[in-house]
């Protein structure tokens, strides 16, 4: 089992509609949660954080995090073409033992096209 | 605010060759992160650096590979002798805590024929 996994894609929507991307994750004792949006040839760039079970809106984009599930998720509401790109999923994850340190683990990503 | 800063954006090289790709961090962030990104493998941790010592190489996939941090604002990732199953595109991100976001360099996109 992969430490990460998302919906595999590629999603398409109309423009208007509602995205909606997920992602589980193995590691019970991951603590943030991260989005991160990838144009074509670019680097990523940060959409969202979580680290608190619910729902976390900001403008277009709602982060939704289910602990006990292991699982979270992304909502665009109105999609827009500009909003074409891959989207990763990473989580940050806990050394046992008590030392806490900043690796990502990344999602294989989803590629999401907004047809006009 | 610059951003993070990598050097050089493009790199072609022959098999054999050494490559050293080069990363300008954030100033006043004390992590630096190298990741490796292909179409195959997603995007890899390779190393990352906590006040400019190494905290986990697990990622390094062999004794090719090396990366250095001699000060807060610069670090490296060579490899010696490169392959052609290392093209890829290299990132170097930075973050200032270890739960924070971490911001990416534009990528140094390597080719070794």
């Known amino acids: 089992q992969k430490e990460v996994e998302q919906n595999s894609g590629p999603l398409s929507v109309p423009e208007g509609a509602i995205a909606s991307l997920n992602c589980t994750y193995s590691d019970r004792g991951s603590q943030s949660f991260f989005w991160y949006r990838q144009y074509s040839g670019k680097s990523p760039e940060l959409i969202m954080f979580?680290?608190?079970?619910g729902d976390k809106e900001d403008g277009r984009f709602t982060a939704q995090l289910n602990k006990a599930s292991q699982y979270v998720s992304l909502l665009i509401r109105d999609s827009q073409p500009s909003d074409s790109a891959t989207y990763l999923c990473a989580v940050n994850s806990l050394r046992t033992g008590g030392t806490s340190y900043g690796k990502l683990t990344f999602g294989q990503g989803t590629i999401l096209t907004v047809h006009p | 605010d610059a951003g993070v800063i990598q050097s050089p954006r493009h790199e072609v090289t022959e098999m054999g060759q050494e490559v050293t790709l080069r990363c300008k961090p954030i100033?006043?962030?004390?992590?630096l992160f190298w990741y490796r990104q292909t179409m195959m493998r997603g995007l890899e941790l390779l190393i990352y650096?906590?006040?400019?010592?190494?905290?986990?190489d697990s990622g390094m996939p062999e004794d090719r590979f090396s990366a250095k941090m001699p000060n807060a604002s610069f670090s490296t990732l060579k490899i010696q002798p490169s392959e052609p199953r290392d093209s890829a595109v290299y990132f170097c991100a930075s973050s200032s805590k270890s739960y924070n976001e971490q911001f990416f360099g534009p990528g140094t996109r390597l080719t070794v024929l």
């Open positions: 650096f906590n006040n400019n010592v190494p905290i986990d």
């Open positions: 100033s006043g962030h004390d992590y």
């Open positions: 979580i680290y608190s079970n």
